[in-house]
C-alpha cells in the first residue's frame, strides 16, 4: 500500500504543478497556490479511483467456469431460458379481433361525415348587414 500511496501523491503533486504553472501567469500567488491544492486534491481522488477500478477488474473472473460459489455472478441460469411459446387461441379471442367492440354484430355501411356550414358567402348575406359592416369598418 505504501508503494501506491507514492504514486498517488506523485499524480497528484505533477496535477499541481501543473496547475500553479498554468495559474501563475494569470493570477496572484495565493490565488494559483490554492487552484493548485485543489488539483492535487483532484488528481489524488483521480489516481485512487482508478487504482480501486483496476483492482476490482482485476478480481474478476476471466472464465465463466471459473466463477466461485459465494460469488454473485455465480447463479448462472438467471435470464438462461427464454419462453417463446404463445397462449392458446380461443374462438372468443378471435371474435373480439375480428370485430371493434361496441360495434353491432350487423355490419354498417359507411356514412361520411356532413359538417354543417359554417362560412356564409356574400350572397347568402343580406344587403343590409353588408352595409352595417362597412360601417362599421369606416368608422375607425
Do not use: C
Request: aromatic share 10%; proline share 8%.
Amino acid at each position: 500500500m505504501a508503494g501506491k500511496m507514492r504514486y498517488y501523491l506523485l499524480l497528484g503533486f505533477i496535477g499541481f504543478l501543473i496547475t500553479f504553472a498554468v495559474s501563475a501567469s494569470n493570477n496572484l500567488f495565493m490565488t494559483s497556490f490554492i487552484r493548485g491544492l485543489i488539483a492535487f486534491a483532484v488528481w489524488f481522488a483521480l489516481a485512487f479511483a482508478a487504482n480501486w477500478m483496476l483492482g476490482f477488474l482485476k478480481e474478476l473472473p476471466n472464465n465463466p467456469g471459473e466463477v466461485d460459489q459465494e460469488s454473485p455472478l455465480s447463479d448462472r441460469s438467471k435470464g438462461a431460458n427464454l419462453d417463446l411459446t404463445t397462449p392458446e387461441e380461443s374462438e372468443q379471442l378471435n371474435d373480439l379481433l375480428k370485430q371493434p367492440p361496441g360495434q353491432s354484430e350487423e355490419a354498417k355501411e359507411f356514412t361520411p361525415l356532413s359538417p354543417p356550414k359554417l362560412v356564409k358567402t356574400p350572397d347568402d348575406k343580406d344587403p343590409e348587414e353588408l352595409v352595417k359592416v362597412v360601417r362599421h369598418l369606416t368608422e375607425k
